[in-house]
Nanobody, 125 residues
Framework: VQLQASGGGLVQAGGSLRLSCAAS????????MAWFRQAPGMDRQFVAA????????YYSEFVKGRFTISRDNAKNTVYLQMNNLRPEDTAVYYC???????????????????WGQGTQVTVSS
């Protein structure tokens, strides 16, 4: 299984970015997908997740209402649309995948077996 994250960059506060994570080596539609982020000196933090069935989505309180996670099973890709970005959103963003994540564990990084390499998002004030 390989996950390739892209779309990061430098943006001013209030701006938008869309991250993509292309997956290969798996039956994508069977996998729950998630985004986490890690700022320097901080623990990795849950951002958003989308289930394999039904497309149910989950968000951290820090991004709810500003970020949207979605998936395109035909393209084996999960997206994270980030709007109204803030300097505190600056971090390396990672995508993650797992086939057997129960709902109560969706926000836990330990629930995901596969990880992408990360993409840097920097928000200037």
């Amino acid at each position: 299984v390989q996950l390739q994250a892209s779309g990061g960059g430098l943006v001013q506060a209030g701006g938008s970015l869309r991250l993509s994570c292309a997956a290969s080596g798996l039956t994508f539609s069977n996998y729950a997908m998630a985004w986490f982020r890690q700022a320097p000196g901080m623990d990795r933090q849950f951002v958003a997740a989308i289930k394999s069935r039904g497309g149910f989505t989950y968000y951290s309180e820090f991004v709810k209402g500003r970020f949207t996670i979605s998936r395109d099973n035909a393209k084996n890709t999960v997206y994270l649309q980030m709007n109204n970005l803030r300097p505190e959103d600056t971090a390396v963003y990672y995508c993650a995948a797992d086939r057997s994540v129960i709902q109560s564990a969706l926000r836990s990084q330990n629930a995901y077996a596969y990880w992408g390499q990360g993409t840097q998002v920097t928000v200037s004030s």
